[in-house]
């Protein structure tokens, strides 16, 4: 079997944190919204059924969690430190695709969100 690419996603995990430049940003906080795809070397796992030669999402959404609950002013700020604390921890994950998303942000006027999207790879 020839497998071109492999990914593991996170999709539209919601959290709540408190980034922000605005300083009620960092004292009232806001939903974001994290989506998260990840290319991985699944050559063992598929052969082997076993967890240790896979990346598990779960344990992704643990980094994730964690990185989000840390304020910053920037989201790129705090999707950089995602990016690079996956990179880290996983050395099974060649490329990244995030985009984290903050719902209502505080623009003076109506809007549903505002993100950042990055893409990165080793």
């Not at 985009?99 to 505080?106: R, V, W």
Request: hydrophobic content about 40%.
């Amino acid at each position: 079997m020839n497998i071109d690419t492999y990914k593991i996603e996170l999709s539209n995990v919601r959290l709540y944190a408190y980034h922000g430049v605005l300083p009620q940003e960092t004292v009232v906080g806001a939903w974001y919204i994290v989506n998260l795809s990840a290319k991985i070397d699944c050559t063992d796992s598929i052969m082997n059924d076993e967890i240790d030669s896979t990346v598990s999402y779960a344990l992704v959404y643990d980094v994730v969690n964690e990185e989000m609950q840390i304020k910053s002013r920037l989201l790129e700020h705090v999707a950089g430190r995602i990016l690079e604390r996956l990179f880290a921890t996983f050395p099974l994950i060649s490329e990244i695709e995030i985009t984290l998303t903050k719902e209502t942000p505080p623009l003076g006027g109506d809007s549903l969100s505002s993100s950042v999207a990055i893409k990165a790879s080793r």
